[in-house]
């Protein structure tokens, strides 16, 4: 005897395949967290104290203020090590190159990257079809979404994506059985 699964959102009753959205979403309040860590040693520390440094997030873009080439060091590693810290992969982040600003001072962009761009995307849906994989793969905007017959179907991809060494962080979300 086969049992059929309907969903809340399935009022017809068909059976439907079991899938998973891959994303790539940065936990902006750990982000946050970890900016008040930076801000306060930066208080606190005598080579950075009284001075122009300082961390900045407005959206999804950081912004790092230095006096000079040594501090902005500084102030990068006092984020990345604070951004480890809350366990706020680095990848994530996009980082830019220090321009003069106002004042002899420098700054720096840094960007928070949230989803899949469509460069990552289709690569990932190129590798899991060259792998022939029995799934199907659609980017929805900034997801992507993997369809498959079976369960292990599913997990056999996910452990290929995870094997793929991409720079982005990759989360699974949304499984649906």
Do not use: H
Not at 19 to 35: G, H, M, Q, Y
Not at 96 to 103: I, K, V
Not at 142 to 154: F, P, S, Y
Request: with cysteine; aromatic share 4%; hydrophobic share 35%.
């Amino acid at each position: 005897m086969v049992t059929t699964t309907r969903r809340p959102n399935n009022p017809q009753g068909a059976t439907l395949m079991p899938s998973f959205d891959v994303v790539s979403k940065t936990d902006l309040a750990e982000v946050d967290n970890a900016l008040n860590g930076v801000a306060r040693e930066i208080n606190q520390r005598f080579d950075l104290a009284n001075t122009k440094c300082a961390v900045v997030r407005s959206d999804d873009s950081l912004t790092l203020t230095a006096d000079d080439n040594m501090k902005m060091t500084q102030v990068e590693e006092l984020l990345k090590k604070y951004l480890a810290m809350r366990k706020v992969e680095l990848g994530a982040l996009d980082w830019g190159e220090p321009q003069a600003a106002a004042g002899s001072s420098l700054r720096e962009t840094v960007s928070i990257k949230q989803g899949i761009d469509s460069d990552l995307g289709r690569k990932i849906t190129k590798e899991v079809k060259s792998a022939k994989m029995k799934v199907q793969l659609a980017i929805q905007g900034n997801e992507l979404r993997v369809t498959g017959k079976k369960r292990d179907d599913l997990q056999e991809v996910i452990t290929f994506i995870k094997d793929m060494k991409n720079t982005q962080p990759l989360q699974f979300v949304n499984y649906r059985d």
